[in-house]
């Protein structure tokens, strides 16, 4: 069955969520570009150590490639309003759990600064935010 397409939502509304997936490609942005053509950057930030070409293969493949695509989706699902709940959904959907399992992360091994528990809860922060909006896209209007 085929899901229908979005309910109108207002102008001020929809902008807003449009806005929020493009500064949130943005910010993959800027973390993917880097990992892209130098995934030794991710070693030096977060303390990974790399024992072989494999590790650099699999920086540059998650967090250059992967991260590159989720931006590049987010980036054309603000382009059209009737996209633009499915790519707050998958926002959601992603994020919440990288969030939630960093921090599980810094409950069980500790931090060193506070890095990890902040980006923890803007995952978390901004995840929710986006399954909220996603739900208010498709709600109908009084």
């Known amino acids: 069955m085929r899901e229908s397409a979005p309910l109108a939502a207002s102008p001020k509304l929809d902008r807003f969520a449009r806005g929020f997936l493009l500064a949130s490609a943005i910010v993959l942005l800027a973390y993917a570009l880097p990992f892209l053509f130098a995934p030794r950057l991710l070693g030096q930030l977060v303390q990974i150590e790399y024992v072989g070409p494999n590790a650099y293969i699999e920086i540059r493949a998650f967090y250059g490639g992967l991260e590159l695509g989720i931006a590049l989706y987010l980036i054309w699902s603000a382009r059209a309003a009737q996209r633009t709940p499915y790519a707050l959904m998958m926002f959601g959907l992603v ?17 060193t600064g506070p890095s990890q528990p902040l980006v923890a809860a803007i995952e978390v922060v901004g995840a929710s935010a986006a399954l909220w909006l996603a739900r208010a896209l498709r709600a109908p209007r009084a």
């Open 95 to 111: 994020f919440f759990p990288a969030g939630a399992a960093r921090a599980w992360g810094v409950l069980q091994y500790g931090a």
